[in-house]
C-alpha cells in the first residue's frame, strides 16, 4: 500500500503523504505513487493546479525512508529524469503548491523548494539534514538554496544540518505565507482557488516565462517575454480579459 491520499476538489488536485508513523518520509512505493500522481494531474485538463501536504501535524516529509535504505540501499525513492517524489527535477507546467504542515527535513526540504508557492504552520522547522547522515541534498536542494538563499545562511544550512523556522524562511522569501497550523490548507486552497479563477493558461505562460528568466540576462529574458508577449496579446483569454473589464464583468476563461 502507498501512503499517498489523492483528492480532487475542483480543479485542485490535492495530494497527502500519509506515513505519520513514519514522520511521513517517502518509502520508495510512495515517492513513486507521488511521481504518478503529478503526472496525471499534469495530463488531466480538469486539473488546474496541486497543492502537497503531509497527514498530522508534526511532520510534512522528512525525506528518505532511512529505516528502508537499511534495507534496500539508499536512493529508491530517486525517480530518473523527475527526482525525488517525481518533484525534484520535474518540468511541470502546472502551479505546485506546498501546505507545510510540519518539520520539512531533508528531502521533504528539496521538494518544498521545488514548489511554486509555499504556506507554512508557524510551528514548522525546514533544513537540510542530510550532513548528519554522511550525505548532501544533491536532489535540489543544495542548487535551489544557492539561488534563493544569502550565501552565508545557505551554507550554514548545507554543513551544519541546523533547522529554521519557518518565520525565518519566510523572512529569506523562501516561504510565501506564514501561518497558525489550523489554517493551513484552507489558506492554501482558497488562494489556489482564487488563482484558478484568473486564465490558467496566462498562469502557466507567467510561470513558465519566470523559471526561464531566471537562468538568463536580462535582454535575453525580455527578447523572449517579447516573443510570448505577441501571441499572448491576441489570445482568446486576453480578449475576454479586457472586454470584462470595459463591460463591467467578471471575466469567462476558457481555461482548458
Same mark, same amino acid.
Not at 71 to 81: F, K, Q, T, V
Given at each position: ?22 514522520? !511521513? =518520509?517517502?518509502?520508495?512505493? #510512495?515517492?513513486? =505513487? ?9 495530463? !488531466? ?32 525513492? /530517486? ?8 518533484? #525534484? ?11 507545510? !504542515?510540519? #518539520? ?40 535551489? /538554496? =544557492? ?9 550554514? *544550512? ?13 523572512? /529569506? ?42 537562468? *538568463? ?8 517575454? !517579447? ?5 499572448? /496579446? ?16 467578471? =471575466? ?5
Amino acid at each position: 500500500m502507498t501512503g499517498l491520499i489523492v483528492e480532487h476538489r475542483g480543479p485542485v488536485c490535492l495530494l497527502t503523504i500519509d506515513r505519520v508513523d513514519a514522520r !511521513n =518520509a517517502l518509502d520508495a512505493v #510512495t515517492s513513486h =505513487a507521488l511521481d504518478a500522481a503529478i503526472t496525471a494531474a499534469e495530463a !488531466n485538463q480538469e486539473v488546474g493546479a496541486m497543492i502537497l501536504t503531509g497527514a498530522g501535524d508534526r511532520a510534512f516529509c522528512s525525506g528518505m525512508d532511512l529505516k528502508e535504505a537499511e534495507r534496500i540501499g539508499a536512493g529508491h525513492g /530517486l525517480i530518473p529524469g523527475r527526482g525525488f517524489g517525481g518533484i #525534484t527535477e520535474r518540468r511541470r507546467t502546472k502551479p505546485l503548491i506546498a501546505a507545510i !504542515n510540519g #518539520t520539512a527535513v531533508a528531502g521533504g526540504f528539496e521538494i518544498m523548494l521545488a514548489c511554486d508557492m509555499v504556506f507554512a504552520a508557524d510551528h514548522a522547522l525546514m533544513g537540510l539534514s542530510e550532513v548528519k547522515r554522511g550525505l548532501f541534498a544533491f536532489a535540489g536542494g543544495i542548487q535551489r /538554496l =544557492a539561488a534563493q538563499v544569502p550565501r552565508a545562511t545557505a551554507l550554514a *544550512m548545507i554543513m551544519t544540518g541546523e533547522l529554521l523556522p519557518a518565520r525565518r524562511l519566510y523572512e /529569506l522569501g523562501v516561504v510565501t505565507e506564514v501561518l497558525p497550523g489550523d489554517q493551513l490548507l484552507e489558506r492554501a486552497m482558497a488562494v489556489t482557488q482564487a488563482m484558478l479563477g484568473h486564465s490558467w493558461q496566462a498562469i502557466r505562460n507567467g510561470r513558465e516565462l519566470y523559471e526561464i528568466s531566471s537562468g *538568463m540576462e536580462i535582454g535575453q529574458a525580455l527578447a523572449v517575454g !517579447n516573443a510570448w508577449g505577441k501571441a499572448t /496579446l491576441d489570445s482568446a483569454d486576453s480578449r475576454e480579459g479586457v472586454a470584462a473589464f470595459a463591460q463591467k464583468r467578471d =471575466a469567462r476563461f476558457g481555461q482548458r
